[in-house]
């Protein structure tokens, strides 16, 4: 697990301006990031979307 930029990436889905919707893209996008080694969290919206619909923390490439 690299905990490195999980808070920023949820900062990041906070920015969207929809309170309940920047909550969500942002803590998936914070639980992916521990899935990705390094700083930069290279996620796309389709694997943030389907990891709030449930679809499990795997970052497919």
């Not at 914070?30 to 619909?53: C, I, N, R, S």
């Amino acid at each position: 697990m690299d905990r490195l930029g999980a808070g920023d990436v949820l900062a990041a889905g906070l920015i969207d301006g929809d309170l309940k919707k920047g909550l969500d893209y942002g803590a998936a996008m914070g639980a992916l990031k521990h899935t990705v080694p390094g700083d930069l969290p290279w996620l796309t919206k389709d694997e943030v979307e389907a990891a709030m619909q449930g679809q499990g923390l795997r970052v497919k490439r």
